[in-house]
């Protein structure tokens, strides 16, 4: 495709063209020989990306199946296998897409349920990469899909912060993890690291943040031209193309449409924007519409969600002390205090009314210290809170009807809130 006819497309269809984009890419890259990585989605893409590696990434694969209804199946080959449904289910269908990945591998024939998976086709690896700062569970996973597949397993190891700032024992320690991937890598791919397509590629990644911070901010208008479900949807690149011009070029042209739509006076909701709210976790993936749609019938908008902050990673290229501190300082790898200063800054960035938090099942270290978390939030910024249950990916633990009668609970604390601050005004 041309670069005309790229400048002339929108956003949207951007984002559309380049995640297609990375998973061909991918299996192309595959079949020419070239090394490909399975990637936790918070482990630092830039490492790979100076060898000329080609990194995918299991959990944006696994999301996109659960949008699409594809989970169940492979939540089942998951189980059958041996994967307690207490594992988290990006896990669980990573697990059974490898299945039939192997499968087909062995047999020489492509199984219909590989031909049916509603997302783009992830390669086999060569060898996968994670880091804990977002959850231990990724170590196990990863390990396993290592053990499975008799593949390097490259860990890089972040020490939890129960103090801010990161002192610098600890930064020197997550360098040390980063010379030993590096060193790693250069075993593996039988030639010395590229330091100077390192320094590049960290520049690109920065310029893509930045472009990601350009979108994020324009939920502060109120009322807002942005829907904030549409974070969910565009995090895809930022997760898997932070260091790549690709992600770069859908951000800014997402951001200079939204700057446009306020110059017009044309907002998300319209007129019918009542209430502004933080999501707090994981989307419910298999119910994205349903959410959404529910929160739309209620005048509700999500203006502020700290999970796709976390990959507004910050650091000057080159500077090694700044690029460890930003990988483990991730909001769920810091102590509460500090998790509660960050929600409360996504809530006054986002002139939030309320907040709505999601136990995820899946998700334990997003969800364990929720009612500390809430209580504490709500301490701080006054603003009122629910809860729901459900699951980034296994729709068997998301109940609509709960669903809608928290967040019309929400809403009904919301306008009474609202209803006081004018009495009081008055």
């Keep these: 495709m041309s670069e005309l006819n790229l400048e002339s497309m929108s956003a949207k269809q951007l984002l559309a063209y380049y995640s297609e984009k990375a998973y061909q890419d991918a299996n192309e890259a595959h079949k020419n020989g070239k090394l490909i990585c399975w990637s936790a989605s918070v482990a630092p893409s830039e490492f790979c990306d100076a060898m000329d ?19 169940p199946a492979l939540l089942e080959l998951a189980e059958k296998k041996g994967y307690s449904i207490d594992c988290c289910s990006y896990a669980r269908v990573n697990f059974g897409y490898l299945e ?11 199984p219909q349920a590989l031909a049916d998976a509603p997302a783009d086709r992830l390669p086999l690896p060569d060898l996968v990469i994670t880091c804990n700062n977002l959850c231990n ?23 939890f912060n129960h103090t801010v700032p990161m002192p610098q024992y600890a930064k020197d320690y997550v360098k040390s993890q980063f010379q030993y991937a590096i060193e790693q890598l250069e075993q593996i791919c039988g030639r010395p690291f590229d330091y100077d397509k390192f320094l590049e590629v960290q520049k ?16 502060s208008y109120k009322p807002s031209p942005m829907n904030g479900f549409d974070f969910f949807n565009y995090m895809a690149l930022i997760v898997c193309a932070r260091s790549k011009k690709d992600s770069e070029i859908v951000f800014n042209k997402l951001a200079d449409e939204l700057e446009e739509k306020l110059k017009k006076g044309e907002y ?11 999501w707090e976790g994981i989307a419910c993936w298999p119910y994205l519409g349903h959410t959404f749609k529910s929160l739309r019938s209620l005048g509700v908008l999500l203006t502020g969600s700290g999970y796709p ?48 938090y999601h136990i995820n099942r899946s998700c334990k270290i997003m969800s364990f210290l929720t009612v500390e978390t809430a209580d504490m939030v709500k301490e701080k910024t006054k603003v009122p809170f629910v809860t729901f249950d459900g699951d980034q990916t296994d729709p068997s633990n998301f109940s609509p009807a709960q669903f809608d009668t928290r967040v019309q609970a929400l809403a009904e604390m919301m306008e009474q809130e609202a209803a006081e601050k004018d009495k009081k005004a008055q």
């Excluded at 690029?323 to 509660?340: C, D, G, H, Q, R």
């Design 53 to 71: 590696i080609c990194t995918v990434y299991p959990e944006n694969h696994a999301a996109a199946i659960g949008a699409r209804k594809g989970s």
């Design 100 to 110: 039939l990945l192997k499968e087909e591998a062995l047999t020489g024939v492509t």
């Design 137 to 159: 569970t990724l170590l196990k996973w990863y390990e396993n899909l290592a053990a499975e597949l008799h593949i390097p397993c490259i860990v890089i190891d972040v020490p």
């Design 204 to 219: 690109q990644a920065q310029r893509s943040v930045a472009a990601w911070d350009r979108v994020a901010k324009m939920t």
């Design 268 to 278: 998300a909701f319209g007129d019918n924007e009542k209430f502004r709210f933080t």
């Design 309 to 356: 902050g976390m990959w507004s990673l910050h650091y000057t290229p080159g500077n090694m002390d700044e690029m460890a501190e930003a990988y483990a300082s991730i909001y769920t790898n810091v102590a509460l205090p500090e998790k509660v200063d960050a929600i409360g800054k996504v809530i006054e960035g986002g002139k939030c009314d309320g907040i709505a």
